[in-house]
């Protein structure tokens, strides 16, 4: 985003929010508001931009590496964008299952509960989250907060801050430019890490940032082999060649292009790109009138979407083959034409190394 006509305009609107931003960092610093610690470290991963930057993917890759060490992780959230139950109360945390619907659960937090098999908890408010999620899940030994940069209530042990190809836009805050908050100086909370991602084989441009925090660079990518609603998975270049149905491809996340980019750079030729408001949900009722160009797809084309995406449409895909006329072609269980292709994040070993130094001493300083 330039520094345009509009954004100058709107420059002027986005002192109050600094201020208010500033303000309330300096109640925290102070301890006239209170932060709260949990009994394991926890790791923040979050943006100081607005929209998606790649928080979801940098966390399900620290969960798999804390996996890979040992570790007992799981993962709390607020979960943007979910309803609460009928019954429930506001403040309730919720223990996110694999077939946990995801307007209750919030889109990421269910994908990532889906993809890493570890526990996630959401709530309004973080620490009642993790309270819950430790009380349920005692060999926990870490917890990663999806999004909890700018949730300063709740403690970090190690925070970090991602980064896409964006970079820090034109610098402002809302709503004249992209940030939540001031950047490199005077950030609401320490961080620790700062996670540059940029699309597999190129290298973001500079980006400042505080003194003393070291960048990190990582790639994404979108993965070989494709998942179908009834967890068929076949190679996504064998896709690629079939021509007997058209190519559709759909993207609710925040900037839908990349998916679509990235797509035609795996070979597929999209005959149509269906761009959707990010989070966007398919569970309201009357679904296929809803979306029409969605279930048209379904019904005669070659489908590609995000695992995002697919937490949502693939359960109401699984449905509609069990309970609608035989009019509606979706095609038999070895042959679906819905795909969802994951997303790949590639970290430098360097980042990983420090982040596991990071943990080992502050597991050290616990337990001594």
Not at 20 to 30: H, P
Not at 55 to 84: C, D, E, F, N
Not at 96 to 122: F, N, S, Y
Not at 316 to 324: A, D, H, M, V
Request: net charge positive; charged share 20%.
């Amino acid at each position: 985003m330039s520094r345009n006509a509009l954004s100058r305009a709107l420059w002027p609107l986005s002192l109050p929010m600094e201020a208010l931003v500033r303000i309330r960092a300096a109640l925290y610093r102070a301890d006239w508001l209170p932060r709260q610690r949990l009994p394991v470290p926890v790791i923040v991963v979050g943006n100081v931009v607005v929209g998606g930057a790649g928080k979801t993917p940098t966390v399900m890759a620290i969960i798999r590496h804390l996996q890979q060490q040992g570790h007992h992780p799981g993962v709390i959230s607020r979960g943007y964008g979910r309803m609460v139950a009928p019954g429930s109360s506001a403040d309730a945390a919720l223990d996110v299952q694999a077939d946990t619907p995801a307007h209750l659960a919030g889109d990421e937090p269910l994908l990532i509960r889906q993809a890493t098999g570890v526990p996630v908890v959401v709530a309004r408010r973080r620490i009642d989250a993790g309270r819950r999620l430790l009380a349920l899940y005692p060999r926990t030994t870490v917890l990663v907060c999806d999004d909890g940069l700018q949730h300063l209530a709740l403690h970090a042990d190690i925070a970090v801050a991602v980064f896409d190809e964006r970079g820090l836009g034109n610098g402002w805050l809302l709503p004249a430019g992209l940030l939540r908050e001031p950047w490199p100086d005077h950030t609401s909370r320490r961080i620790d890490m700062v996670l540059h991602i940029g699309n597999h084989g190129t290298t973001p441009a500079p980006l400042p940032c505080p003194p003393g925090t070291r960048i990190f660079q990582a790639s994404r990518s979108l993965a070989d082999e494709a998942i179908s609603a009834f967890g068929h998975r076949i190679p996504l270049h064998t896709l690629a060649a079939n021509r007997v149905r058209p190519n559709v491809a759909l993207a609710g996340i925040a900037k839908p292009q990349v998916f679509f980019d990235m797509l035609h750079g795996k070979g597929i030729h999209l005959t149509q790109k269906i761009a959707l408001e990010d989070h966007h949900d398919f569970s309201e009722p009357n679904t296929k009138n809803d979306n029409p160009e969605v279930w048209d797809a379904v019904n005669t084309k070659q489908l590609f979407m995000t695992e995002k995406d697919a937490v949502k449409l693939f359960p109401l895909i699984r449905n509609l083959k069990s309970s609608q006329p035989a009019d509606l072609q979706l095609g038999n269980a070895d042959t679906p034409n819905a795909w969802a292709i994951p997303l790949t994040l590639s970290l430098e070993q360097a980042f990983l190394a420090t982040l596991d130094q990071k943990l080992s001493l502050i597991h050290g300083h616990q337990t001594a």
